[in-house]
C-alpha cells in the first residue's frame, strides 16, 4: 500500500526553524558560507524526493513477489480545469467557479443560505467538508458544503 506523506512541508518549516535559531547564536567570527553554496544538478524538492522514494519501494516490493521485466514510468500533468470545461481559454482559467467570491460566501449562495442537512435558516452557518481531510478529503469546493453547528458535529 502507498502512503503518501502529507506533513513534508511542516516538517521542513520546522528544520527552517531550528537554522534560524542556529543562525541568531552569536557567532561572530564565525566564517560566512551563504557564498559558496549550489545545489547539486540532479537536485529535487524534498516532496517530490519522497514520492520517487515511494514508488521505487513500491516497486522493489512489488519484484519480491512478482518477476518484473520492464518498468515504465509515466508522468502526466493534468489540467483539471480544462477535465470540467474543455472551452475554457485564455483569461477564463483566472476566472473560475470561485472568482469574486470568498469561499463560505460563494457556498452560502451556492446553497441558498441554508443548511443542507436540516434546511436550517436563521441559525449561523459552517463551512463542512463532505468527505473529511482526515479520510482523504481536499479544501477543494466540490468537497465542501454548508451545514449548522448542530448538524457539523
Known amino acids: 500500500v502507498m502512503d503518501v506523506s502529507n506533513n513534508i512541508p511542516k516538517k521542513l518549516e520546522e528544520r527552517r526553524g531550528y537554522r534560524r535559531q542556529r543562525r541568531s547564536r552569536n ?3 564565525r566564517k560566512p558560507r551563504f557564498n559558496n553554496r549550489k545545489k547539486e544538478e540532479r537536485w ?3 516532496s517530490i524526493r ?3 522514494h515511494l514508488h521505487k519501494r513500491l516497486v522493489e516490493e512489488i519484484q519480491e513477489i ?3 521485466d520492464d518498468i515504465i514510468v509515466e508522468v502526466a500533468k493534468f489540467d483539471t480545469q480544462k477535465m470540467e470545461n474543455p472551452e475554457i481559454k485564455g483569461k477564463e482559467y483566472q476566472h473560475g467557479t470561485l472568482h469574486g467570491y470568498n469561499i463560505k460566501h460563494y457556498l452560502l449562495e451556492k446553497f441558498n443560505y441554508e ?3 436540516c434546511g436550517a435558516k436563521d441559525t449561523p452557518l459552517e463551512v463542512e467538508h463532505i ?3 482526515s479520510r482523504g478529503g481536499s479544501d477543494r469546493v466540490d468537497n465542501l458544503t454548508i451545514s449548522c453547528h448542530d448538524c457539523n458535529q
Open 50 to 52: 519522497h514520492k520517487l
Open 44 to 46: 529535487l524538492a524534498p
Open 115 to 117: 443548511c443542507i442537512y
Open 66 to 68: 512478482l518477476p518484473v
Open 131 to 133: 468527505v473529511p481531510k
Open 27 to 29: 557567532t561572530r567570527y
